[in-house]
C-alpha cells in the first residue's frame, strides 16, 4: 500500500485560513487556499475589497502563532506596528484626558494594518512551495464523506470541483463550510446581533513645524471616548492618522439624518473629536462609510471525523471589544497544529487504521470549546467595561488594588485585561481565575476600606492626645490591610 500525501483544502483566505496554510505547508500537507475575493494585494482590487475594519490589535495570543510557524511572521507584521501601552480616555464634553496602562510592567498591544496584515501572510503562504492559491472562488457546498467541494468562479459564473482529505473552514463568520459541516453533525449553534453597530472615520495627521505629518494625539495609545451607552474609539495607523470606530446601537445612527444632526451629536458628545477629525471631513466619512453590523456565533462542535474543521470567525466570531477575534483565531491554528503533533499526525495517511487525525479533531473539540465560550464572553463583558466601566470609580479602585497586588503577588493576583491580552493563558483559565481574583478583591478593598477607617479615627484619638503623624498611623493601617490579603491569597 502507497502513502500517499495528505491535501488540505482551506476555506478562506483571510488572516486566519492564511495562517493555517503555513502550518500545513510546514508539516509537508499539500495545501490549496480557496478565497471568493479577488486578490487584495494587486493595485486594481484594493478599492473593491471592502474589509471589516482598517486596523487591529494584534497582541501575545496572536504574536505566539505568528512566531510559531518559524518564518519570523512575527517580526514581519510588528515591523510596521504601532505599539499601544494603554487606553487613553477622552472624559466628557471637553474630552479630558486620562490614561490607563494596560500593565504594570509597560505591556503593548499593537495596532496593525488589517489589509496589510492578510496581504503578508497569503504572499508567506504562496511562497511555500506546496500551498497553492486560488482567488474570486467561492464555495457553495462540500460533501464532507466524500471530501469534495463545489465552488463557483465569482468572474465566470463556473461550478468548478475540488477533492481534499481535510476541509478546513475559515471563512469567516457567515461560513459556508459550517453550514455543510451541520449537516453532518449534532451542531449546537448560536448566532446574535447586538443592537449596536459601529461606523469607522479618521483623523488625518496634523502638520508639524517642519512641514512633516505628525500625530495629532498621542500614538502610544488606545483612544476611548466612554458614553455610556455608546463609545468612540482611535487606534494609530502608521501613516500618522487614526482608524475612529463609532459604536453605538442602531436607533442611535438611524437618528442622525443629516448634517445638522450630525454636528449637535458630536458637539453634544465628542467635542474634541470634532476638532481632530475636522468639521467638513467628518461629515462627508459619517454619510460616505457603511455602517457594520455586530454578530456574535458560537458553535459546537467543530469538526465531523477526519474530514472537516472549522477556526477563526467561522467557528466563533465575537463582539470587537477585547481586541481578541483574530488573536484568537490566530491561537486555533496553534492550537491545531499543537494537537496534531500530539496526535501524532503524519503528512502521510498510515493506512486505513490510521485514527490520529481524527483523535486530533476530536481533541480539539473538547478542549477548545470552553475557552472559545469563555472569550466570547469576556468579548462582551468588555464592551460594558469600555464604554462605562472605565469612568467608574470602584472599577478604578478595584484596578488599582489589583495592580498593587499584582506587583505584591504576580503569580497568586493577575489582572482580566493582563491574563487575556499578554499571556497564552487558556481563555476559560482566565475567565475562572479572574472570578475567584473578585472575591479575594473584594476582601481587599473592605480591608483597605477598614483600615482607612480605623487609622483616621485612631488618628483622631492620637492627635488630641499626642498630635501624631495622621499620614504614618493612615500607612501602618494600610500595609496591615495589604498584608493580610497578601497572606489571604497566597
Ligand atoms: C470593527 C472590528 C474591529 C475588530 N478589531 C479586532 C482587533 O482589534 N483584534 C482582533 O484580534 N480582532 C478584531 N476583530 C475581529 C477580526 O476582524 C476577526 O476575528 C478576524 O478577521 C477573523 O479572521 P478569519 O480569517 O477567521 O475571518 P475573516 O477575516 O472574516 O476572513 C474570512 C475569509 O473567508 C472568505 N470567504 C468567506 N466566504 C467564503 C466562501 N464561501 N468561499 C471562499 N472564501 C470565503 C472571505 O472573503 C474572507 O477573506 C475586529 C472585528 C471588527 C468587526
Same mark, same amino acid.
Given at each position: 500500500?502507497?502513502n500517499?500525501?495528505?491535501s488540505?483544502?482551506i476555506?478562506?483566505?483571510?488572516?486566519?485560513?492564511?495562517?493555517?496554510?503555513v502550518?500545513?505547508?510546514?508539516?509537508? *500537507?499539500?495545501?490549496?487556499?480557496?478565497?471568493?475575493?479577488?486578490d487584495?494585494? %494587486?493595485p486594481e482590487?484594493?478599492?473593491?475589497?471592502?474589509?471589516?475594519?482598517?486596523?487591529?490589535?494584534?497582541?501575545?495570543?496572536?504574536?505566539?502563532?505568528l512566531?510559531g510557524?518559524?518564518l519570523?511572521?512575527?517580526?514581519?507584521?510588528?515591523?510596521?506596528?504601532?505599539?499601544?501601552?494603554?487606553?487613553?480616555?477622552?472624559?466628557?464634553?471637553?474630552?479630558?484626558?486620562?490614561?490607563?496602562?494596560?500593565?504594570?510592567?509597560?505591556?503593548c498591544?499593537?495596532? /496593525?494594518?488589517?489589509?496589510?496584515?492578510?496581504?503578508?501572510?497569503?504572499t +508567506?503562504?504562496?511562497?511555500?512551495?506546496?500551498?497553492?492559491v486560488?482567488?474570486?472562488l467561492?464555495?457553495?457546498?462540500?460533501?464532507?464523506?466524500?471530501?469534495?467541494?463545489e465552488?463557483?468562479?465569482?468572474?465566470?459564473?463556473?461550478v468548478?470541483?475540488a477533492?481534499?482529505?481535510?476541509?478546513v473552514?475559515? !471563512?469567516?463568520?457567515?461560513? +459556508?463550510?459550517?453550514?455543510s459541516?451541520?449537516?453532518?453533525?449534532?451542531?449546537?449553534?448560536?448566532?446574535?446581533?447586538? $443592537?449596536?453597530?459601529?461606523?469607522?472615520?479618521s483623523?488625518? $495627521?496634523?502638520?508639524?513645524?517642519?512641514?512633516? $505629518?505628525?500625530? +495629532?494625539?498621542?500614538?502610544?495609545?488606545?483612544?476611548? *471616548?466612554?458614553?455610556?451607552?455608546?463609545?468612540?474609539?482611535?487606534?494609530?495607523?502608521?501613516?500618522?492618522?487614526f482608524?475612529?470606530?463609532?459604536?453605538? $446601537?442602531?436607533?442611535?445612527?438611524?437618528?442622525?439624518?443629516?448634517?445638522q444632526?450630525?454636528?449637535?451629536?458630536?458637539?453634544?458628545?465628542?467635542?474634541?473629536?470634532?476638532?481632530?477629525?475636522?468639521?467638513?471631513?467628518?461629515?462627508?466619512?459619517?454619510?460616505?462609510?457603511?455602517?457594520?453590523?455586530?454578530?456574535?456565533?458560537?458553535?459546537?462542535p467543530?469538526?465531523?471525523?477526519?474530514?472537516?474543521?472549522?477556526?477563526?470567525d467561522?467557528?466563533?466570531?465575537?463582539?470587537?471589544?477585547y481586541?481578541?477575534g483574530m488573536?484568537?483565531g490566530?491561537?486555533?491554528?496553534?492550537?491545531?497544529?499543537?494537537?496534531l503533533?500530539?496526535?501524532?499526525v503524519k503528512?502521510?495517511?498510515?493506512?486505513d487504521s490510521?485514527?490520529? %487525525?481524527?483523535?486530533?479533531?476530536?481533541?480539539?473539540? !473538547?478542549?477548545?470549546?470552553? !475557552?472559545?465560550?469563555?472569550?466570547?464572553?469576556?468579548?462582551?463583558?468588555?464592551?460594558?467595561e469600555?464604554?462605562?466601566?472605565?469612568?467608574?470609580?470602584?472599577?478604578?479602585?478595584?484596578k488599582k488594588?489589583?495592580? *498593587?497586588?499584582?506587583?505584591?503577588?504576580p503569580?497568586?493576583?493577575?489582572?482580566?485585561?493582563?491574563m /487575556?491580552?499578554?499571556?497564552?493563558?487558556?481563555?476559560?483559565?482566565?475567565?475562572?481565575r479572574h472570578?475567584?481574583?473578585?472575591?479575594?478583591l473584594? /476582601?481587599?478593598?473592605?480591608?483597605?476600606?477598614?483600615?482607612?477607617?480605623?487609622?483616621?479615627?485612631? +488618628?483622631? *484619638?492620637?492627635?488630641?492626645?499626642?498630635?501624631? !503623624? /495622621?499620614?504614618?498611623?493612615?500607612k501602618?493601617?494600610?500595609?496591615n490591610?495589604?498584608?493580610?490579603?497578601?497572606?489571604?491569597?497566597q
Amino acid at each position: 500500500m502507497t502513502n500517499k500525501t495528505r491535501s488540505v483544502a482551506i476555506v478562506g483566505a483571510g488572516p486566519v485560513g492564511a495562517l493555517m496554510a503555513v502550518y500545513f505547508a510546514n508539516r509537508g *500537507w499539500n495545501v490549496h487556499l480557496y478565497e471568493t475575493r479577488p486578490d487584495m494585494r %494587486l493595485p486594481e482590487n484594493k478599492a473593491k475589497i471592502q474589509n471589516r475594519s482598517i486596523n487591529l490589535a494584534l497582541s501575545v495570543r496572536g504574536l505566539t502563532a505568528l512566531k510559531g510557524t518559524g518564518l519570523a511572521l512575527d517580526e514581519l507584521i510588528m515591523k510596521s506596528g504601532l505599539p499601544m501601552r494603554g487606553r487613553m480616555l477622552h472624559i466628557g464634553r471637553e474630552g479630558q484626558l486620562v490614561s490607563q496602562d494596560y500593565g504594570v510592567h509597560g505591556e503593548c498591544i499593537n495596532s /496593525v494594518d488589517r489589509a496589510k496584515l492578510n496581504e503578508d501572510l497569503i504572499t +508567506a503562504a504562496e511562497a511555500l512551495s506546496n500551498v497553492h492559491v486560488s482567488f474570486n472562488l467561492a464555495l457553495k457546498r462540500a460533501n464532507l464523506d466524500k471530501g469534495t467541494l463545489e465552488l463557483e468562479n465569482k468572474i465566470t459564473k463556473e461550478v468548478v470541483r475540488a477533492e481534499a482529505d481535510l476541509i478546513v473552514g475559515c !471563512d469567516g463568520a457567515y461560513s +459556508a463550510v459550517r453550514n455543510s459541516l451541520m449537516r453532518y453533525v449534532r451542531m449546537d449553534f448560536e448566532q446574535e446581533y447586538i $443592537p449596536h453597530g459601529y461606523c469607522e472615520l479618521s483623523i488625518p $495627521p496634523k502638520i508639524g513645524a517642519d512641514g512633516k $505629518p505628525e500625530f +495629532a494625539m498621542d500614538s502610544q495609545h488606545l483612544h476611548i *471616548w466612554p458614553r455610556h451607552k455608546f463609545m468612540m474609539i482611535a487606534l494609530p495607523n502608521p501613516d500618522k492618522s487614526f482608524t475612529v470606530t463609532l459604536f453605538m $446601537p442602531f436607533a442611535n445612527f438611524e437618528a442622525i439624518h443629516n448634517e445638522q444632526d450630525l454636528m449637535a451629536f458630536f458637539e453634544e458628545y465628542f467635542t474634541d473629536a470634532v476638532t481632530l477629525i475636522g468639521k467638513d471631513f467628518l461629515i462627508k466619512e459619517y454619510f460616505k462609510n457603511p455602517k457594520g453590523s455586530l454578530v456574535m456565533v458560537k458553535a459546537n462542535p467543530y469538526h465531523y471525523k477526519d474530514r472537516c474543521i472549522i477556526l477563526g470567525d467561522a467557528a466563533h466570531s465575537m463582539v470587537p471589544f477585547y481586541g481578541q477575534g483574530m488573536n484568537c483565531g490566530f491561537e486555533d491554528v496553534r492550537i491545531l497544529d499543537s494537537l496534531l503533533s500530539e496526535f501524532n499526525v503524519k503528512s502521510t495517511k498510515q493506512g486505513d487504521s490510521d485514527k490520529s %487525525l481524527e483523535q486530533a479533531l476530536q481533541a480539539y473539540t !473538547d478542549r477548545r470549546a470552553k !475557552d472559545l465560550k469563555a472569550i466570547c464572553e469576556l468579548a462582551l463583558y468588555n464592551y460594558t467595561e469600555m464604554r462605562h466601566g472605565v469612568t467608574s470609580p470602584v472599577y478604578l479602585m478595584r484596578k488599582k488594588i489589583e495592580s *498593587w497586588l499584582h506587583l505584591l503577588v504576580p503569580t497568586r493576583v493577575i489582572p482580566l485585561y493582563t491574563m /487575556v491580552s499578554f499571556s497564552n493563558r487558556p481563555y476559560s483559565e482566565a475567565y475562572g481565575r479572574h472570578h475567584r481574583q473578585g472575591f479575594w478583591l473584594g /476582601v481587599a478593598g473592605a480591608a483597605v476600606g477598614l483600615g482607612t477607617a480605623a487609622g483616621l479615627v485612631l +488618628a483622631g *484619638w492620637k492627635q488630641r492626645r499626642q498630635l501624631r !503623624d /495622621v499620614g504614618e498611623l493612615f500607612k501602618a493601617a494600610f500595609l496591615n490591610a495589604a498584608h493580610s490579603v497578601q497572606k489571604l491569597v497566597q
